[in-house]
């Protein structure tokens, strides 16, 4: 059964009139990045609202400023027009607290030019004063409507902003979705900056749908898309490129800002896209993007972009770089890699039974024949290693407790936890993954004595 068009609505206006926080005001949730910097929002940023008991889509877009050329611009004005186009109504949001300025203006006239219905949203109005103004006849933008006053900041307004949005969509016959739940994969793509994140997403959309540019930081805050690949459905997430903690400083608030919620995005993936550039050696940027992907539980499949750039390459090149990213990163070792070229699109498709795969893997469920089976065998082959104590423990038992990751209880005789050796537990997961299908998928053993807490 087809699924039901969820209008849309597109934020424009240009730069600092407040979209991004009337974006979040909307949504109900802090969704888009804020900041008193202009350009903060840089893509095409999309979230679903709830009103009246169904479901609308917003798309936040960057500030408009249609004399600007410069690169970054030039592209924000492409992500801007392609909302307008992708929209059924538009939101254009202009700031009471100044008077129409010529751009606005240049914008009335594009957004006449579409053909939608246009909805003209005066935000900051937090004063009489700046309410008062929607009334001034300036602000009759050509033959768009008065502006209806509001507050992002404050709430004040936007329920009767989105009553005439949704009057907007009755005109054009459309009606607002009925709510249901959404059970898609949620892929985060993670990676330094300029290892081509943004370009992965836009292979895999077959559009331009971020912004890409070989300027560093072009993507400040992750971004949500969703998209269906055969009858599935999967949340799209980009991200910004994590650096570490000092050159991030340097590189100001905004991008700490970013990395930061970048790293709170990350714990609830699935699976996360590790991206890196096969044309450059792994640094100890990628270890430590590495360590966070496995630290925050998701399932991990390693994007090596950039094949296309590989030169004289033959028949056993892909596996002589494979054994190289695998020793230059043995924590996720167990992470299956993908060879792909971005720009070319080479092995995208592929990408989507990769994540099933690994996301099937973050949801095994060991029987507990089997794993009694497995832990008998692996202390046959190689006796409990000790660690601090007298004498190596006995080991009573294994116990499966949880999925997405598969965690383990090892239950020893024991009432203190470090008789153990730390590299016992990774001999045990080692083998584990050998017995079971378990690639891209990281596994946790605990340990518990028999009147011990887990470690």
Known sequence: MPRPHIPTVALIGRTNVGKSTLFNRLLERRAALVSDVAG???????????????????????GLDMDNTDEIETNIKKQA??????????????????????????????LMKSGKPVIVAGNKAETPGARNAAQDPTWRLLSLPAPMPVSALRGTGTGDLLDAIYDAFASVDLKPAELSEVSAVR???VGKPNVGKSSLINAILGEERFIVSPIAHTTREPNDVMIEYGDREYLLIDTAGLLKTAKMKKQGQLVEQGAARTER???????????????????????????????????????????????????????????????????????PIIFVSAKTSQRIPDLFNLIDEVQKHRHTEIPEADLEKYWRSAIRAHLPSRGKGPKPPEIMGMTQVGIAPPVFNLNIKSKRLDVLHPSYLRFLENRLRGRFDLAGTPVVINVRGLTARAK
């Open 40 to 62: 903060t929002t840089r893509d095409r940023k999309e979230g679903i609202c709830l009103w009246r008991g169904t479901v609308v889509k917003f798309i936040d877009t960057g």
């Open 81 to 110: 027009l392609i909302a307008i186009k992708k929209a059924d109504v538009i939101l254009f949001v202009v700031d009471m607290k100044q008077g129409p300025l010529p751009q606005e203006r240049q914008l009335a006239e594009t």
């Open 187 to 189: 892929v985060t793509v």
């Open 265 to 335: 995005v990350l714990p609830k993936s699935d699976v996360a896209l590790f991206v890196v550039d096969i044309t450059e050696p792994i640094g100890t940027q990628d270890k430590m993007i590495a360590g966070l992907i496995k630290e925050a539980g998701a399932g991990v499949i390693i994007v090596a972009n950039k094949w296309d750039l590989v030169k004289d390459k033959t028949s056993t090149t892909m596996n002589r770089v494979r054994e190289q990213i695998m020793a230059s990163l043995p924590f996720v070792a167990w992470a």
